[in-house]
């Protein structure tokens, strides 16, 4: 009794050790800057220095790091927190090439001024330390690229009882590409974060704001938005939208035109969800944009058709797998919607599907 009783001792002393090497680690190393900062950028080959159109076309697409193709799965959807079937941490490298490369092709052959992208890895273990933002730039050589990172982490210590098969070191974030050399282009961090010790291992969510001058004096301003996901309650994505209100309005009072895309992670005001799902026994419905968020005249485009978004906790079946739309753009009062459409593509390449928009500047 006394042996079997002292090896359950040393057994809890490692685990409470290993766990406060995990927590001590992830503390030493928490990457969280507070401060706005200039984002990466580099200047396309034939990027055009003002905007002359008076009709302007973008594509928003979360990529999902190119391991959550049509065949993909993500163990942490499945509630896999501690432990998880071998070898389905992340998806294999030819997965994820895959993907990647039917990205680029989507990128490389859409016609559109500006692409948004989301959770564009630059290196990481999931995707096998890929690097997909030379991915985009090789797809728009012509193009101006910007790269405003939101998630770095030495160790992504998931499932925490694996650690041979931890879901490891992440560097990503988000990527504008367009037609147009912006005249700023940087990285504006949002509020709100996740209580310790989750925070050390979560995105900290930004958005990457660019503001392009036009022909008429006036400026496009863009932003390229990834909100908080696993957000219960929805009060730290109530934080960051908060934020994003301050400063869309502000870009709006000075005379500009303003486009807000990206992933919400919600439902826009007003979308009907069983749309996609007619037919379900038990669910809770995801959280909308209020649709009090903004003053009257801004605008939401989404095409209620669509899913832009599927649950991935296993691959993707069209019958059986649910669907939704958190996947869409704020736009001024000054822009006028003259096309938005979700492009199906059964998710063969990501957990999401682009949105294109066709806008007018009113004035």
């Not at 163990?75 to 993907?99: H, P």
């Not at 859409?110 to 690097?131: G, I, K």
């Not at 832009?308 to 939704?324: A, C, G, L, M, Q």
Request: aromatic share 12%; net charge neutral.
């Amino acid at each position: 009794m006394k042996k079997a009783r002292k090896i359950l001792v040393w057994l809890i002393a490692a685990v409470l050790l290993y766990v406060g090497g995990i927590l001590l680690l992830g503390t030493l190393t928490d990457w969280h800057p507070t401060e706005v900062e200039p984002a990466d950028v580099w200047v396309g080959k034939s990027s055009e220095p003002v905007i002359q159109d008076s009709v302007l076309r973008f594509i928003t697409w979360n990529v999902g790091y190119g391991g959550l193709g049509d065949a993909d799965f993500f163990f942490y959807n499945k509630g896999d927190f501690f432990w998880t079937d071998l070898g389905t941490v992340r998806m294999s490298e030819a997965r994820v090439t895959a993907n990647v490369a039917g990205q680029r092709l989507v990128v490389g052959n859409s016609l559109s001024d500006f692409f948004l992208l989301q959770e564009v890895d630059t290196a990481a273990r999931r995707s096998h330390y890929l690097n997909e933002l030379d991915t985009v730039r090789a797809a728009r050589a012509g193009y101006t690229t910007a790269f405003a990172p939101n998630f770095k982490s030495t160790r992504v210590p998931l499932p925490i009882f694996q650690p041979w098969d931890h879901y490891g070191a992440v560097t990503g974030g988000l990527v504008s590409t367009s037609r147009f050399t912006p005249r700023t282009s940087e990285r504006i961090p949002l509020p709100g974060e996740f209580p310790w010790p989750t925070k050390l291992f979560q995105l900290d969510r930004c958005a990457l704001r660019q503001a392009f001058p036009t022909a008429n004096g006036k400026s496009v301003v863009v932003y390229n938005i990834h909100l908080s996901a696993y957000d219960k309650d929805g009060g730290v994505r109530l934080q960051q939208m908060s934020a994003l209100r301050q400063a869309a309005l502000a870009d709006y009072e000075a005379g500009n035109y303003v486009v807000v895309g990206g992933d919400w992670n919600q439902i826009p005001p007003g979308y009907n969800w069983f749309t996609l799902n007619p037919v379900v026994k038990k669910v809770q419905l995801p959280q909308a944009v209020p649709f009090d968020f903004m003053p009257p005249g801004w605008k939401y485009a989404y095409d209620p058709t669509t899913a832009t978004v599927r649950n991935s906790e296993i691959p993707y079946d069209s019958h059986r797998t649910r669907r939704s739309v958190i996947d869409f753009y704020l736009l001024s009062p000054n822009l006028r919607i003259k096309q938005v459409k979700g492009l199906e593509m059964g998710f063969k390449h990501s957990d999401h599907q682009p949105v294109y928009l066709e806008v007018d500047l009113l004035d």
